[in-house]
């Protein structure tokens, strides 16, 4: 297949590619300028149909990712981009687009307790971040329904090289475990889906239940192998009402 990676030179594409390489052809694009990527802005409507044309899958990472921003800031980023995406996904007849929704879109359950959190269960933002996820979601749903565009929506955890610090343990997700579960997002037979992307991580708070059934996703880092090194950011606040919420203290 020819996939497009947007947002490809950001931190998560730049753990992503190397992992899609190989298996897949790719067209890396981003407005921040690096080494094999086309260049441009995606509100532009001519760059983004040119970059998408030819395109099998997209893998749309591009957006803000930081779950503390008001919705004045996410509007566009996370919300008109993507139905921007999606309208050229159509246009150019592309056949799936993998999206990357955040855990942020269900840790409202977290905060209540209520876990590990289920993908089948109604979502739940903590934040006008997770909500701007959910909206993509559901935006992405109308157009599986309306064009049967396949629309593969992944509930990142906290992607990084290795867990940042105690409160990312059970949210995880490894740089091979992200390999994994984009590929698997791009091989599966699934009209419409959302899943849970975390690592086999030891007391995890998600349940990904339907990512391994539908997807056929199998992770196999668990970030209790880090759970002695990394700083204990918990500790400073041992009563777990005096935390912050999970918008605003972890994952971004
Ligand atoms: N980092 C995580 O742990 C994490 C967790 C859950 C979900 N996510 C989601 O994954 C995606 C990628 O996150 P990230 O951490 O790599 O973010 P990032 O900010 O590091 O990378 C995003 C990239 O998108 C690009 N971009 C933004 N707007 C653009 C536009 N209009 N045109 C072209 N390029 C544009 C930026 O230049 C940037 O390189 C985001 O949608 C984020 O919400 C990330």
């Given at each position: 297949m020819i996939v497009l990676v947007t947002g490809a030179a950001g931190g998560v594409g730049r753990l992503l590619v190397p992992e899609l390489r190989g298996e897949h052809e790719l067209v890396l694009t981003d407005r921040a300028h690096a080494p094999g990527v086309v260049p441009?802005?995606?509100?532009d409507p001519d760059f983004l149909r040119g970059v998408v044309?030819?395109?099998?899958?997209i893998v749309h990472l591009a957006g803000?990712?930081?779950?503390?921003?008001g919705w004045d800031r996410l509007r566009v980023p996370n919300a008109d981009m993507v139905a921007h995406v999606l309208d050229a996904a159509v246009a150019a007849g592309v056949g799936r687009v993998v999206l990357a929704s955040s855990v942020h879109a269900s840790a409202g359950y977290v905060d209540a307790g209520r876990?590990?959190?289920?993908?089948?269960?109604?979502a739940w933002p903590c934040c006008p971040y997770g909500a701007a996820k959910v909206f993509a979601e559901s935006l992405g749903r109308a157009y599986a329904y309306q064009w049967g565009l396949s629309v593969v929506c992944l509930r990142l955890g906290?992607?990084?090289?290795?867990?940042?610090?105690?409160?990312?343990l059970p949210g995880w997700l490894s740089p091979g475990d992200l390999g994994r579960l984009v590929r698997a997002a791009l091989r599966a037979n699934v009209d419409y889906g959302v899943y849970h992307g975390i690592?086999?991580?030891?007391?995890?708070?998600?349940?990904?239940s339907l990512a391994g059934a539908e997807l056929s996703y199998r992770p196999v880092d668990d970030s209790a192998r880090y759970a002695g090194e990394v700083?204990?950011?918990l500790a400073a606040k041992p009563d777990p009402a005096a935390r912050p919420r999970w918008g605003f203290a972890h994952l971004s």
């Open positions: 441009g802005d995606l509100a044309a030819g395109a099998d899958a803000d990712p930081n779950p503390s921003r876990t590990p959190v289920r993908e089948d269960w109604p906290g992607v990084r090289e290795r867990p940042a610090a105690r409160s990312w690592s086999a991580n030891t007391g995890a708070l998600w349940d990904r700083a204990d950011d």
